[in-house]
């Protein structure tokens, strides 16, 4: 049983080693490899939980809505780890408001130009 003991904590401090010696070689290997692209292109989709609120007592949130935005982002890079990144990205969030005034609205009252 205490052989088995002393065989675990030996492969433990093996497999340490390995790990802490191969680490400066993994991140050596993705440096080189982010410097060899000049320009990265990156698509992105994101989900988006939005609503509305208002300050007027009158009106109430009628809640939140879900949503996406979705986009293209350009990465050029001058070194390994500086870049100028832009974009473009299209955005579907909202919401909806329910108002309890029994007041007429602005546009109700406008009077149309003769």
Do not use: C
């Amino acid at each position: 049983m205490e052989y088995l003991q002393n065989l675990k904590s030996v492969v433990k401090k093996i497999v340490l080693v390995l790990l802490l010696t191969s680490a400066p070689f993994m991140l050596m290997a993705q440096a080189q490899a982010q410097t060899q692209q000049r320009i990265v292109i990156g698509l992105h989709v994101d989900p988006i939980i939005s609503w509305f609120s208002s300050d007027v007592a009158v009106t109430q949130n009628s809640g939140a809505r879900p949503g996406f935005s979705f986009g293209l982002t350009f990465n050029k890079y001058f070194t390994s780890n500086y870049a100028f990144s832009t974009g473009i990205g299209l955005l579907n969030a909202g919401g909806s408001l329910i108002s309890n005034s029994a007041q007429p609205t602005i546009l109700q009252l406008s009077k149309p130009l003769q």
